[in-house]
């Protein structure tokens, strides 16, 4: 089921939008995702218990009009990323949780590459206007995107799913592929008509960058009625009705609502994800400079891995709630194993392994586990199986050379050939007063010959140390 879900993803991908930028909007009512047993949706409650959605548009929506439009059948919900990078980030992230559990309920899900926005630029939650990105830098974003939604995609099919055949569909959009046949004075005619001047400066993302000393392009203040024809577009041809965004996204959101509203008289909501934020409260993304990305080559999975074990007591609850698809009791006893022994961190352990299994799979976490375990368990065994890549990534900036295994090779030669240590009488009193380390085992005979299986690792590999933080990599290749 799993490899034809992504099949499937990848024939419906038609080009290229979202990146989820999500900050309080303090006019914006807190919506309530139920009004009585009768009216309420379990999906909704449910996400709404657990952190994910914030708020719904129109405001009522979610105690009545919402409720009743999912008991009547599976709907379609949408969601945009722009690629204005090559990856997507935790920011992200939620938005694509927010997805599968849709999807989970048996909804089917767009997720809408912005290959024509990210072009122009969303304006919403910036203090100042986008650098342009060129159309080829957005097209390898695109792809690099794709690529990493098809693969967390793929992993909750997998990994997080107990019968796939109750999964609603996936498709992957591009809207770059309708509006490459647009020009400006149609879509100017047939659109922007919808709009009023009026409604669109009363929009927060445009009135806080008016009053700025920068100001406001005419690119970035024509975005939102792109978003919102991104939203009458799949509504046309999916039946789309419920998008879902940042909660910096709602003027775009209402755009939409409202531009399909006045084309075809139709009702549409919108729903808001809440803000990502560090333990200090800062916006977790690119533009904040503190992105944690999904992608491996930017983030690796055992970076990944130690960020979610690393969080703070106090925020670790929120994020089984946000991050993992743990049901909410199974949440509470996870929470309170840890209040029983606080010393095991066994919920940060749960966080961390069930937030890069979703997103590095399998694969991924038993490798930043073998990583964990090498570099602050100093265990042989985990660096036995590690691959040179992963032993790269984890002594990051540490030599790494290959040599040919000479017969006799000793502790001294090793050092010297990888230049561990000085030449001379002082590099070999290094290692007779035990500063020298190989494979996490000291070495205190300059004079002993390589062992296999201690010295050499059954991977060809030497990890020499010398003092605290002085790393040596030497992959030996045979003669």
Not at 289 to 296: E, F, R, T, V
Not at 304 to 319: A, G, I, K, N
Request: aromatic share 10%; hydrophobic share 35%.
């Amino acid at each position: 089921m799993a490899a034809s879900c992504v099949w499937n993803v990848s024939k419906v991908w038609r080009g290229k939008s979202f990146i989820l930028k999500i900050t309080a909007l303090p006019l914006f009512p807190r919506a309530t995702f139920y009004s009585s047993p009768k009216t309420r949706n379990r999906l909704l409650f449910t996400m709404h218990k657990r952190g994910v959605l914030k708020d719904s548009f129109p405001e009522h929506a979610s105690q009545v009009q919402l409720p009743q439009l999912l008991k009547t059948g599976a709907q379609t919900v949408y969601c945009g990323f722009d690629p204005t990078a090559d990856s997507l980030h935790t920011g992200n992230l939620l938005a694509v949780i927010g997805l599968l559990h849709f999807r989970n309920a048996g909804h089917n899900v767009i997720a809408l590459i912005g290959g024509a926005t990210a072009q122009i630029g969303d304006p919403s939650g910036k203090t100042k206007e986008r650098e342009r990105l060129s159309s080829a830098a957005v097209e390898g974003n695109a792809r690099s995107i794709l690529d990493s939604l098809n693969r967390i995609f793929t992993n909750h099919e997998l990994y997080f799913c107990s019968d796939p055949k109750k999964l609603g569909t996936i498709s992957i959009v591009n809207n770059a592929s309708w509006y490459k046949d647009w020009n400006v004075v149609d879509f100017l005619s047939d659109v922007g008509r919808h709009f009023r001047m009026g409604t669109l400066l009363s929009r927060h993302s445009v009135r806080s960058r008016l009053k700025s000393a920068e100001g406001m392009s005419m690119t970035e203040f024509s975005y939102q009625l792109f978003q919102a024809y991104d939203f009458f577009y799949l509504h046309q041809l999916y039946g789309c009705k419920i998008q879902l965004g940042g909660t910096d996204q709602l003027g775009n959101l209402m755009s939409g609502h409202d531009l399909i509203h006045k084309k075809i008289g139709e009702e549409v909501y919108g729903l808001t994800i809440p803000l990502v934020t560090t333990s200090v409260g800062d916006k977790l993304g690119k533009t904040a400079g503190n992105a944690l990305w999904l992608n491996w080559d930017k983030t690796s999975p055992f970076e990944f891995y130690q960020y979610f074990l690393r969080l703070p007591d106090s925020t670790v609850e929120r994020y089984l709630k946000l991050f993992t698809f743990l049901p909410l009791d199974e949440v509470e006893k996870v929470m309170e194993q840890q209040r029983q022994d606080p010393g095991k961190r066994s919920a940060h352990k749960r966080l961390a392994a069930e937030v890069t299994k979703l997103v590095h799979g399998k694969e991924g976490l038993e490798s930043a586990k073998r990583c964990t375990s090498a570099l602050y368990h100093s265990s042989p065994e985990a660096l036995d199986q590690m691959d040179d890549a992963e032993l790269k990534e984890l002594f990051r900036g540490a030599p790494f050379q290959e040599f040919f295994l000479d017969p006799g090779t000793t502790v001294l030669d090793a050092c010297h050939r990888c230049q561990a240590i000085p030449e001379g009488a002082r590099g070999y009193g290094m290692i007779t007063d035990g500063g020298v380390w190989i494979n996490h085992q000291r070495e205190s005979n300059p004079e002993q010959v390589l062992v296999p299986g201690q010295h050499i690792l059954s991977n060809g590999l030497s990890l020499i140390r010398v003092g605290k933080k002085n790393f040596y990599i030497i992959k030996w290749l045979s003669m």
